[in-house]
């Protein structure tokens, strides 16, 4: 399948003209950044009605399947789509964890029937998803996950924590790795994978508060909890593999995903426009040559790291290193979004100490939020050290870490 010219200007035009009229006012009070800042129920209401809204529109989900709520067309018209929720800064879809790594994984290896009472309700966010893979000793080195799933008949009791869960407050279900037997000869075996339901007896999410002091992730505890053994995603013992498997689509290193905009986005021209009134020795910032030649460095980059990402979607332009820009795309990204925030507050002199609610703050402290919020980008998914590690050894060819 693929779109003509024509159909593509057509759709792109309707796409706008759509988001144009529906994008929803501004709440009046302060909305995340990104799933990983969902911290009240008013937040959460307004953005999942909002997801709700571009499902129904026919936005979002449309490259899945037809049968399974999806809308069944080619990938290129949800890029645009895509593209455009960008270009036009509306809200993010909050149920980011369903759409860009359950859902594409139950899609690519779920029976029918987890894809029957999923994937749709993923789409029209009436079940929110979160993800339990970090525990309080083991984020980085998730192979060593200790929360135990002891098979009881066809049941399974889960007893242990997992933590820093975004969402974890609303979830309907988590994806949740968990250690079935302890007796293997290496930490990956024994792992086991399933999809729970959230709100079920034992299960406590108990609120975590961020350095920006709002509420966006959980520890969660279980405490003898029971779920049938049609909970399993893969075979029982082979939950690694899974594990392995979702976060080529978290780290969209695998494509599939629903589409829609994750997060806030921030652009340089933002900051060149806060120069122009953040004021430093009595002169507005943008007046300094050095800071002018800060903003084009991060202009550049950005123009970088926005060709490649479309140079990644060209065969001809990416095929020496399959996967290369994939995998190197999460590092570069968030930490050039958490260096473009640091650079905004620097331009501010004494004013970067004022934040948000405080009297005078520029831009209303929105660059602070955003440095303090930039750090969730370069940690959850994998640290940048981490994807340093993978980008060097399986794009560089470099030895492996000990
Ligand atoms: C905002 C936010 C949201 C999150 N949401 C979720 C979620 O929804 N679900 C979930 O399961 N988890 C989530 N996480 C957890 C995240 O995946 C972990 O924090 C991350 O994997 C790191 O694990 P850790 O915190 O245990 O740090 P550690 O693994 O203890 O790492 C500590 C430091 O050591 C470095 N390090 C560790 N190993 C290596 C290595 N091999 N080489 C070089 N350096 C290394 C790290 O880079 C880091 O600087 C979230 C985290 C954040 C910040």
């Not at 279900?173 to 024994?190: C, D, P, Q, V």
């Not at 792992?191 to 509420?215: A, C, H, N, Q, R």
């Amino acid at each position: 399948m693929s779109i003509s010219p024509q159909e593509k200007a057509e759709f792109q035009a309707e796409v706008s003209a759509w988001f144009t009229e529906n994008r929803p006012a501004d709440p009046g009070y302060l909305l995340p950044q990104s799933f990983m800042e969902v911290g009240t129920d008013q937040q959460f209401d307004f953005l999942r009605t909002w997801q709700r809204k571009v499902y129904d529109a026919g936005y979002l989900g449309m490259a899945w399947p037809k049968e399974y709520g999806g809308g069944g067309k080619d990938q290129a018209f949800q890029d645009i789509a895509t593209a455009e929720m960008v270009a036009q800064k509306v809200p993010f879809m909050t149920n980011t964890i369903g759409l860009s790594w359950a859902g594409p994984l139950i899609l690519n290896m779920g029976p029918d029937a987890q894809k029957e009472a999923y994937i749709k309700r993923i789409l029209s966010a009436e079940d929110i998803w979160c993800q339990g893979f970090s525990e309080p000793d083991h984020g980085s080195d998730l192979g060593n996950a200790q929360l135990r799933a002891v098979r009881d008949g066809d049941e399974f009791v889960l007893n242990g924590s997992k933590i820093w869960t975004s969402l974890g407050s609303y979830a309907d279900f988590m994806i949740l790795l968990a250690r079935s037997n302890t007796e293997t000869n290496t930490k990956y075996e024994g792992l086991s994978y399933f999809l729970i339901p959230m709100k079920i007896p034992g299960i406590d999410p108990v609120p975590i508060k961020k350095l920006t002091g709002e509420f966006g992730f959980t520890q969660t505890f279980f405490d003898n909890v029971r779920v049938p053994d049609s909970c399993l995603i893969g075979e029982e013992g082979k939950g690694w593999q899974v594990a392995m498997k979702t976060l080529t689509f978290e780290r969209a290193v695998s494509g599939g995903q629903a589409g829609g905009v994750h997060s806030m986005q921030v652009s340089t021209d933002e900051v060149v426009e806060m120069a122009r009134h953040a004021m430093r020795d009595g002169h507005p910032a943008i007046e300094d040559a050095i800071v002018r030649d800060q903003l084009v460095a991060f202009m550049m980059e950005e123009r970088g790291l926005d060709l490649n990402n479309q140079r990644d979607k060209i065969p001809g332009l990416a095929s020496e290193w399959p996967g290369s820009i994939a995998m190197a795309r999460k590092l570069t990204n968030s930490e050039w979004r958490r260096r473009l925030n640091q650079f905004a507050m620097t331009l501010q002199g004494a004013n970067a100490s004022r934040y948000v609610g405080d009297d005078g703050a520029i831009d209303g402290g929105r660059w602070q939020r955003g440095y303090f919020n930039a750090f969730s980008g370069t940690i959850g998914g994998g640290t940048s050290q981490v994807q340093k590690n993978i980008v060097g050894e399986r794009v560089l060819g470099l030895p492996k870490s000990e």
